[in-house]
């Protein structure tokens, strides 16, 4: 249904009382938020939702496919699908270091209405609900014990088979793994800054308790106690060089080109992925 198509049937229902209202408003905000994400999103993620568009290519770390519902960054358990919390986050701060930059041009209306859209991706959202989201309690004292206790947890929990003893992202697995959708994935240098889930302390947690669905980056939440989980996300803290933390504020991995493509996209009028054939 057209824009203007659905704004008549807003009308008219509004004259013929509330038992309409509701599916129509969902109906209108389906329809903005189909055009806000064929004008801003189907470029890198695919008119279809698979992850596809023309600019895909481009990047070493590819847009989500959004047909399997699965989501790396996200406030519920393993296997939960995200709250919508969740995905705006990601498109207020963007995924750090790749070509997912922020979306901040959307108004929080058009931001929900991509939201509700890219939804209609995957049948997971009309068969299940996001899970309530792990709470995250506050964090106990940093003391030498607790930095110690992260240390020994980072060892005792394997995280040095991927992210290596140093954290440098070269443990003896780094070089293997793949992604649930068959890309090859590397480990994080824990070393470096800014995270893809947000490098603040709270960040790191939820990261930590919830892990990244679709990688091979395990969750934690029922393996670690919430102090154990503090002291490895003090211990990850104490990694980071000063260096390393001034990158918050700069363009850093595939971000500049991802900016470019999103600019370029705008300038056509969002009508590059329109042009290209569905398969
Ligand atoms: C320039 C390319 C590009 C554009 C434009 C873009 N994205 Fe992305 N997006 C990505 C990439 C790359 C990733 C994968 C990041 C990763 O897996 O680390 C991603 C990931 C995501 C995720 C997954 C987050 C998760 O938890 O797994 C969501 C949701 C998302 N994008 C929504 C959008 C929406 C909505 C728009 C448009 C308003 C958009 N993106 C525009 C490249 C793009
Ligand atoms: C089987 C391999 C594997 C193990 C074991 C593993 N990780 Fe990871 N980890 C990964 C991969 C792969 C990524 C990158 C995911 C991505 O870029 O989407 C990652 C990413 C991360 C990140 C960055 C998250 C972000 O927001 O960018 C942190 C922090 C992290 N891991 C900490 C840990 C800690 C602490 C442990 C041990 C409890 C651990 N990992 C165990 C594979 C692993």
Redesign the pocket.
């Known amino acids: 249904m057209g824009p203007r198509r659905v704004g008549w049937v807003v009308l008219l229902a509004g004259l013929w009382g509330d038992g309409w209202a509701q599916p129509v408003a969902a109906a209108a905000q389906l329809a903005l938020g189909q055009r806000v994400y064929e004008g801003n999103c189907a470029v890198c993620h695919g008119l279809l939702g698979d992850g596809r568009g023309m600019a895909a290519h481009m990047f070493r770390t590819q847009p989500r496919d959004f047909r399997q519902g699965v989501f790396?960054f996200r406030s519920t358990p393993s296997g939960s699908l995200p709250r919508d919390e969740d995905l705006l986050r990601v498109l207020q701060r963007g995924v750090r270091g790749t070509a997912m930059v922020p979306q901040t041009h959307l108004s929080e209306a058009e931001q929900r209405a991509v939201i509700a859209y890219l939804k209609t991706f995957s049948p997971r959202w009309r068969e299940e609900k996001p899970a309530p989201p792990i709470p995250i309690p506050p964090p106990p004292p940093l003391t030498p014990a607790r930095l110690a206790q992260g240390k020994a947890l980072?060892a005792q929990?394997?995280?040095d088979?991927?992210?290596g003893p140093e954290g440098r992202g070269d443990g003896p697995?780094a070089e293997t793994?793949e992604d649930d959708w068959g890309w090859p994935?590397?480990?994080?240098n824990?070393q470096r800054r800014p995270?893809?889930?947000g490098s603040r302390p709270a960040d790191?947690y939820r990261?930590?308790a919830t892990g990244?669905d679709g990688?091979?980056?395990?969750a934690?939440a029922e393996a670690l106690s919430p102090e154990e989980l503090w002291a490895?996300v003090y211990y990850?803290d104490s990694l980071a060089s000063p260096a390393a933390r001034a990158n918050e504020q700069r363009w850093v991995g595939e971000e500049a080109r991802g900016a470019m493509v999103e600019r370029m996209h705008r300038r056509m009028g969002g009508g590059m992925p329109m042009r290209m054939r569905r398969p």
């Open positions: 790396k980072y929990a394997g995280c088979q991927c992210h697995q793994l994935i590397r480990p994080a824990l995270f893809k889930g790191l990261t930590l990244l990688t091979p980056m395990p934690l490895l990850l």
